[in-house]
């Protein structure tokens, strides 16, 4: 099994940028398709964006398209989140996950998660 930390979160102003991190230990995270994803208050989980366990493909909600970009560190076993040009609507608590099966959209495809690391996005 894997075991994943996120880091990086804070505060930011609208049209600001953010860097999370998410640790894994245990098996390298290479042998999981990953995911980012993020849970307003009072709303439901949603994925950021997914990544095949290659890193070879990606699947980015419409909502951050242009603006995220994930990429992946295998000699930290490191997976980033690179979030730009934020938005008060990007407040939310972000986690990462790992799949043992592929990399997916959806929650119920997600074997591991994080803590999460809490964005916040003033106007």
Same mark, same amino acid.
């Given at each position: ?7 990086? *979160?804070?505060?930011? /102003? &609208?049209? @600001?940028?953010? =860097?999370?991190?998410?640790? #894994?230990?245990? %098996? ?6 990953? *995911?980012?994803?993020? /849970? &307003?208050? @009072?709303?439901? =989980?949603?994925?950021?964006? #997914?990544?095949? %366990? ?70």
């Amino acid at each position: 099994q894997v075991q994943l930390v996120e880091s990086g *979160g804070g505060w930011v /102003q &609208a049209g @600001g940028s953010l =860097r999370l991190s998410c640790a #894994a230990s245990g %098996r390298p995270f290479k042998a999981y398709g990953m *995911g980012w994803f993020r /849970q &307003a208050p @009072g709303k439901g =989980r949603e994925c950021v964006v #997914a990544i095949s %366990r290659s890193g070879e493909y990606t699947n980015y909600a419409d909502f951050v398209k242009g603006r995220f970009t994930i990429s992946t560190d295998n000699a930290k076993n490191t997976v980033y989140l690179q979030m730009n040009s934020l938005k008060p609507d990007d407040t939310a608590v972000y986690y990462c996950a790992a799949s043992r099966q592929y990399y997916s959209p959806r929650t119920y495809d997600y074997d591991y998660w994080g803590q999460g690391t809490q964005v916040t996005v003033s106007s």
